[in-house]
């Protein structure tokens, strides 16, 4: 039998937003703040395989979220990139600014291609910029 799940949340594997050894947990946070419960999908540089992809991940993403959206019947999916990622370091910013764009350029593009693969689910995108000063604290925030 299907359990029923509110939302499926695709974020990227780095250590430094899920549960630390300090008690933090910056991606639990987002969920509780979010108020339902979630698939929690991780990758390497979250959604890049789906927007820059090689051969078999993009097709190993849209494979777990049909199992949210068909399986699990969630009806939002969350997209939560975040700076300082290692995922994308073969760009070699130049400045932070350059390096914003191109997670938030990704960030569209893969809302365009899941909304066109699920029809109907609601896509949101969010952000973690990393807190002044720090190197593993993250402020999430949600991208119109």
Known sequence: MAHLCEAALVTCEDFRLHQRADGSNFIAETIHSLGV??????????????????????NSLLRDLNVSVNLHQVKT?????????????????????????????????AREILTREFPGVDIQLRFAELEPGTDDRWVIVEIK
């Open 37 to 58: 419960d979630c698939d929690l999908i991780t990758r390497g540089g979250c959604i890049q395989d789906l927007v820059r992809p090689k051969e078999g991940f993009d």
């Open 77 to 109: 999916i969350y997209l939560v990139g975040h700076e300082d990622c290692g995922a994308y370091g073969h760009f070699q910013f130049n400045s932070r600014d350059i390096e914003l764009k191109q997670h938030y350029d990704d960030l569209f593009a």
